[in-house]
């Protein structure tokens, strides 16, 4: 895990900076050793194992209990040599022990590895070995002077390993919820997707046969009856799935509609060109806006190309082709529209697509979403949100409808 490595990591970084700080104490202060040599042979072990056990934790196959043992054994033998190298009389005036604040580093490798009982535990062992120091120097009883610099420092090593342990855990909780939270967007971005792609095709063929059987009559209308019922029956297993349907029979008066594209519209074919084409390999807006114009739909883009990448201009399509179907579906017949593309150049797309029908009343929106029809929740603001683009609405009663849909044309790419 990541979050993991970088706590190994934190801790080689300590182990290399405690271990220059020791190495600063014991060259200013082998003058005064009994056995100088014995210092600069503990420096040298200090050294090499930094160096080793920097190696080994970094591989998670190796951070097992012989590794945690040997650091803590290295750490408390090196300590333990103190009272060989230091006179009596520097360990009694409160002098620091050869490893000084090096050993707290296999008090917060324990701490890592299994937390604050762990790091507790390594914290005891490092702090009665310096207790043991003044015992076998003979300073014990300075020891239990108010105020001592080695009791502060036996203190100071337990609560490393309580508070270390007890971060680390905090770290690694907050690592798994943070997790998880990714895997619940995830999820809920490949349920949205699947819901528009139900929307611009299955739900709205079967909201297609439901009605024209109706119209028809005769055997026609039970074909049609059978229809609703498979329709109403995948909405709701839609619902309970978490998937919000996007379909929807009732009528309306504008792109701003529920309901998202008719059915056969050109709606789906975004989603088979996405198949297709690489996702990440940049495209020309303007041809596959292009595609949509006809009699009643005019199309203006810009006179340079309007480059997005293969699935980002497939998703902007699809919005498009979802407001146009709601045109035809909803607005009559005659009903004008108008798709404007404008490129700013500097890092946001936008797409206007405007009609002259009846338009919508204030809270339309809010009522389809609230009956289950969320064509313009999904087919059209969902597509575009994942692209981190935002979408705006205008309609009222008689002035007809206008969604303009703006794309950050950088983050895209």
Not at 64 to 75: K, M, Y
Request: glycine content about 14%.
């Amino acid at each position: 895990m990541g979050l993991e490595a970088a706590l190994w990591r934190a801790v080689a970084v300590y182990r290399f900076a405690s271990l220059a700080y020791a190495a600063v104490l014991i060259v200013r202060n082998s003058g005064g050793y009994e056995h100088p040599l014995g210092g600069w042979a503990v420096l040298a072990v200090m050294v090499v194992w930094t160096f080793v056990a920097t190696y080994l934790f970094a591989d998670p196959r190796w951070r097992g209990w012989p590794l945690l043992i040997a650091d803590l054994a290295v750490c408390l033998g090196c300590m333990m040599a103190t009272p060989w190298v230091e006179s009596a009389a520097n360990i009694g005036a409160g002098r620091a022990t050869l490893t000084a604040s090096w050993v707290a580093a296999a008090v917060l490798s324990w701490a890592v590895a299994g937390g604050k009982r762990y790091g507790i535990t390594a914290a005891v062992v490092l702090g009665a070995g310096n207790i043991l120091v003044h015992v076998v120097a003979g300073t014990l009883e300075q020891l239990q002077t108010p105020g001592y610099s080695t009791f502060n420092g036996i203190v100071l090593l337990g609560l490393a390993g309580l508070a270390g342990g007890h971060v680390v855990k905090l770290a690694m909780q907050a690592e798994a919820r943070l997790a998880r939270a990714v895997e619940l967007e995830a999820a809920t971005r490949e349920r949205e997707r699947l819901a528009r792609r139900i929307h611009d095709s299955t739900l709205q063929v079967l909201a297609m046969v439901h009605r024209r059987g109706g119209e028809i009559g005769g055997e026609a209308a039970e074909l049609g009856r059978m229809a609703g019922e498979q329709e109403a029956a995948l909405r709701t297993l839609i619902s309970s799935t978490g998937i919000s349907s996007s379909t929807g029979t009732g009528g309306s008066a504008g792109i701003g509609d529920g309901t998202g594209a008719a059915p056969g519209s050109a709606a789906s074919a975004p989603n088979r060109r996405d198949d297709r084409a690489a996702p990440h390999a940049e495209v020309d807006l303007r041809p596959l806006l292009d595609g949509h114009a006809s009699p009643l739909v005019t199309v203006s883009t810009p006179a340079t190309p309007v480059r997005l990448p293969g699935h980002a201009a497939g998703e902007v399509e699809a919005a498009v082709a979802a407001a146009l179907g709601n045109v035809r579906a909803h607005c009559g017949d005659g009903t004008r529209t108008w798709v404007l593309v404008e490129d700013d150049g500097a890092g946001e797309i936008t797409v206007s697509v405007r009609d002259d029908g009846p338009g919508m009343a204030r809270g339309r929106l809010a009522e389809a979403v609230a009956s289950g029809r969320l064509g313009v929740a999904q087919s059209i603001q969902g597509r575009i949100r994942d692209l981190g683009g935002t979408v705006s609405i205008v309609s009222a009663p008689g002035q007809g409808t206008e969604i303009e849909m703006t794309v950050p044309a950088r983050r895209a790419r």
